[in-house]
């Protein structure tokens, strides 16, 4: 159990990583639209069970908090772009220094399931846009 080196205030701050990828990955637009808040909650959920076996115990405690994390955090964190950006990315630097205590191995599963995770929060903007360029498309075709 990897956690047992941390303490209690780090192990909450941890359970955030998740919350803190899914609001950069959505800062495109200075803001967290309900698309990407329903896709992340449901990643989140979803990586409890499909994630590597070395991140499960982690997933599982991240997910009881995950919805009040990034609510919490989207109003917490500055608005506008650039500045908002930045706020995460000095949390993401203190949280790669305590992923960094569990081991190169924890530490390197962790980083690559990060970054997915990002990868598939950041599409559920992409795929609205989609979506609704299709309906305008259409729109366009049937008038």
């Known amino acids: 159990m990897p956690f047992k080196k941390l303490s209690e205030q780090e192990y909450t701050a941890l ?5 803190y990828i899914s609001l ?3 800062n495109w637009d200075d803001e967290l639209n309900e698309n990407e808040k329903k896709v992340a909650i449901k990643l989140s959920h979803t990586k409890t069970f499909s994630c590597d076996p ?3 115990e982690f997933y599982k ?4 908090v995950f919805k009040k994390n990034i609510e919490q955090l989207d109003n917490d964190l500055p608005k506008g772009k650039k500045s908002r950006e930045t706020a995460i990315k000095k949390e993401l630097l203190k949280l790669d220094k305590i ?10 599963t962790m980083h690559n399931s990060m970054e997915s995770f990002k990868y598939h929060v950041s599409k559920a903007h992409y795929n609205v846009l989609m979506n609704f360029n ?5 729109k366009g075709l049937t008038e």
């Not at 359970?15 to 919350?19: D, E, H, S, V």
């Not at 405690?61 to 009881?64: A, C, F, L, P």
């Not at 299709?134 to 259409?138: F, M, R």
């Open 15 to 19: 359970l955030k990583f998740p919350a």
């Open 24 to 26: 950069l990955a959505a």
């Open 54 to 56: 070395l991140l499960t």
């Open 61 to 64: 405690e991240s997910d009881k």
């Open 99 to 108: 992923v960094s205590k569990l081991g190169k191995e924890y530490a390197s």
């Open 134 to 138: 299709l309906s305008l498309s259409t």
